[in-house]
């Protein structure tokens, strides 16, 4: 699984609240993705980064920032969380300018209550 | 910006039928469009994809034909087994940049 870790898996927490889900990989991939996945909707892009501190919104960015200050790491922050942005999150990398294939975390499952 | 339709979203087939799922893509600016498989509970994970350059790609069982004219590409599965159920997704990019999925396809595999 391109050794990518998210953490935590699940998260409950309450409207108003900030939460930082966060993704880490081990492959030196240049390019990392934050995807929500809800009922009917596919995998939606939210926010992508093609290298440290160059980042890019998707196509569901509202309410959402990131921020990449390390190869490995790509932090996803719900400033104020809203019962809207209930869903499953999965962040997903690729390594190379020629090598499309991304690969998947396992999730992090986030209620807002 | 891009738009991704996916059919059927759900696909019931027999044991050792062929499936064929069928996504339309809007942007002719797209040139790389893959295909996940997703199990219950699990991360989506590529099974095929298939760049503009070419038309159609074969890997076993699994072939995906893309007709850049129309804007549609598919996944064809033969001889389907029960491990093929799952939800599949296609996607389209633009040099591999940003991704847009559809919206699944659910194909169940009756023994």
């Known amino acids: 699984d391109a050794g990518i870790t998210q953490s935590p898996r699940h998260k409950v927490t309450e409207t108003g609240t900030p939460v930082t889900l966060r993704c880490h990989q081990t492959?030196?991939?240049?390019?990392m993705y934050w995807y929500r996945q809800d009922p009917g909707h596919g995998l939606r892009l939210i926010h992508y980064?093609?290298?440290?501190?160059?980042?890019d919104k998707g196509e569901v960015s509202d309410g959402y920032s990131v921020s990449r200050s390390k190869t490995e790491d790509f932090l996803l922050t719900l400033e104020s969380a809203t019962s809207s942005q209930t869903s499953v999150y999965f962040c997903?990398?690729?390594?190379?300018?020629?090598?499309?294939?991304?690969?998947f975390g396992p999730g992090t499952r986030l209620t807002v209550t | 910006g891009e738009n991704v339709e996916q059919h059927p979203s759900t696909l019931s087939v027999q044991e050792g039928d062929s499936a064929v799922i069928k996504c339309t893509y809007s942007?002719?600016?797209?040139?790389?469009f893959p295909w996940y498989k997703q199990e219950l509970g699990k991360r989506p994970q590529l099974i095929i994809d298939?760049?503009?350059?070419?038309g159609e790609k074969k890997d076993q069982r699994i072939a995906v034909t893309l007709n850049k004219t129309a804007k549609h590409f598919s996944l064809h599965i033969t001889e389907t087994q029960p491990e093929d159920s799952a939800v599949y997704f296609c996607?389209?990019?633009?040099?591999?940049?940003?991704?847009?999925f559809g919206p699944g396809t659910r194909l169940s595999v009756l023994p």
């Open positions: 997903a990398s690729r390594g190379t300018d020629y090598s499309y294939e991304q690969y």
């Open positions: 492959e030196n991939h240049r390019y």
């Open positions: 980064s093609y290298g440290v501190k160059d980042t």
């Open positions: 942007d002719s600016a797209s040139n790389y």
């Open positions: 298939i760049r503009s350059n070419v």
């Open positions: 996607a389209a990019s633009p040099n591999g940049q940003n991704f847009v």
